[in-house]
């Protein structure tokens, strides 16, 4: 079965560096857009990033353009997401997910599985 | 951006009961709607995608309808496990953003 599990979050002072590692497991991981989604402690989604299964395309919130940096590495079946100059309104639960399986042209940008996100806390 | 507006923000029903939720776009977005289902220290779980596509595994009581700029998601008899925040997200353009969330509460 679809499995995705996050890791790395933690406690970070402001103007500071993260990563962000998701493992995917249970289907052919170099075929799917992934995307990173956060929520804002007791607040809604909020979409962040996303990768093509070939890492060629890569699309970002405008918030986060210039700080984040999603990547993949498909040896591994590993999701990233690198993030710097970390305020305190980056604080949030970040989720990783699949996007549905499309085979060129306009890919649909939903998701249709999650893992259980990794907690990102930015506080002096 | 499309800003997502959903209504009510919380919504209180019993068991058994039909309700419905409203996701309106500020602008048209065809049919580039999904329907979220959150519960508390939990992932969100994909209900409906092309605004009335049911996803895989889903019970059948979940529906989705509309295009456009409204959008309605209705639950026809509500059970003990539908208790949950719901969200809409609009996928027609770039950034992809969510409804604010209805919060469907036991009465």
């Known amino acids: 079965q679809v499995q995705l599990v996050e890791s790395g979050g933690g406690l970070v002072k402001p103007g500071g560096s993260l990563r962000l590692s998701c493992a995917a497991s249970?289907?052919?991981?170099?075929?799917?857009?992934m995307s990173w989604i956060r929520q804002a402690p007791g607040k809604g989604l909020e979409w962040v990033s996303h990768?093509?299964?070939?890492?060629?395309?890569?699309s970002y919130a405008d918030s986060m353009k210039g700080r984040f940096t999603i990547s993949r590495d498909n040896a591994k079946n590993s999701l990233y997401l690198q993030m710097s100059t970390l305020r305190a309104e980056d604080t949030a639960v970040y989720y990783c997910?699949?996007?549905?399986?499309?085979?060129?042209?306009?890919?649909?940008?939903?998701?249709?599985?999650w893992g259980q996100g990794t907690l990102v806390t930015v506080s002096s | 951006d499309i800003q997502m507006t959903q209504s009510p923000s919380t919504l209180s029903a019993s068991v058994g009961d039909r309700v419905t939720i409203t996701c309106r776009a500020s602008?048209?977005?065809?049919?580039?709607l999904a329907w979220y289902q959150q519960k508390p220290g939990k992932a969100p779980n994909l209900l409906i995608f092309?605004?009335?596509s049911l996803e895989s595994g889903v019970p059948s009581r979940f529906s989705g309808s509309g295009s456009g700029t409204d959008f309605t998601l209705t639950i026809s008899s509500l059970q003990p496990d539908d208790f949950a925040t719901y969200y809409c997200?609009?996928?027609?353009?770039?950034?992809?953003?969510f409804g604010q969330g209805t919060k469907l509460e036991i009465k």
């Open positions: 602008q048209s977005i065809s049919s580039w």
């Open positions: 092309d605004a009335s």
């Open positions: 990768i093509s299964g070939s890492a060629f395309h890569t």
């Open positions: 249970g289907f052919t991981f170099s075929d799917y857009y």
């Open positions: 997200q609009q996928y027609n353009s770039h950034p992809y953003t």
């Open positions: 997910a699949r996007l549905p399986y499309c085979s060129g042209g306009w890919c649909p940008c939903y998701f249709d599985y």
